[in-house]
């Protein structure tokens, strides 16, 4: 049973608008989330990341919400550029931002168009 | 380079043989991670190493598969008597002693025909 959940498989959003993909996860013992990003051929690269015991972490354009109560979470990308095109992975874990193995949903493949 | 290295890239295998996937991580990050992802799937966790531990190997989907780690650096992950359902990409991460942001390799895309 899938308790990291990314229900839209793929997401097109204009150049310079707001991109926005959502995961939800099932386990309320996960206390640290991370968005990785991955280009086809190459591995996931790290985008953000957020602790349980905030509700909002922000680096540039990238902004991750955390909304425990609905086990909820989403990354907000402004303005999207067409670089920021690929697969993006929400991943969970149990260990408070220490090392630990991470549970990832399956992706949202987000294309940005010129 | 700096970053995590696997090899090879690609292995084609005939069904039944065994196979050896390698995985150089970060120089002086002392966590290895083996994941893969299949087809339309998310990742999956397969074995980890931290330091001098034992490894954890709960996401070992069988025991024809296993790891190992040697001088807390390289590791090798073996698949024996391939199966079409281990065809995947096999990814290895590694992450320093504090925190849990782990860094990728590209890959070993693995083809059981």
């Known amino acids: 049973d899938q308790q990291v959940k990314q229900n839209s498989p793929s997401l097109s959003v204009q150049e310079g608008r707001i991109s926005i993909l959502n995961c939800d996860y099932t386990n309320s013992m996960f206390d640290y989330f991370l968005w990785y990003k991955k280009y086809p051929a190459e591995g996931p690269t790290f985008l953000i990341s957020i602790s349980s015991i905030k509700d909002k972490n922000e680096d540039g354009r990238f902004t991750v919400f955390l909304n425990k109560s609905a086990k909820h979470l989403s990354l907000h990308i402004v303005p999207s550029q067409p670089g920021d095109s690929a697969v993006y992975f929400c991943a969970a874990s149990y260990y408070g931002g220490s090392q630990g193995n991470l549970i990832f949903g399956k992706g949202t493949k987000l294309s940005v168009k010129p | 380079g700096a970053g995590v290295s696997q090899s090879p890239s690609n292995k084609v295998t005939e069904k039944g043989k065994d196979v050896e996937l390698r995985c150089d991580p970060i120089s002086g990050h002392t966590a290895l991670y083996w994941y893969r992802q299949s087809l339309g799937q998310g990742l999956e966790f397969l074995i980890y190493f931290q330091g001098n531990s034992a490894p954890d190997k709960s996401g070992l989907p069988s025991d024809r598969f296993s790891a190992e780690r040697t001088g807390g650096s390289v590791s090798t992950l073996t698949i024996q008597r391939t199966q079409q359902e281990d065809s995947a990409v096999y990814l290895c991460?590694?992450?320093?002693?504090?925190?849990?942001?782990?860094?990728f390799g590209a890959g070993t895309r693995l083809s059981v025909l």
């Open positions: 991460a590694s992450s320093p002693a504090k925190g849990n942001i782990q860094y």
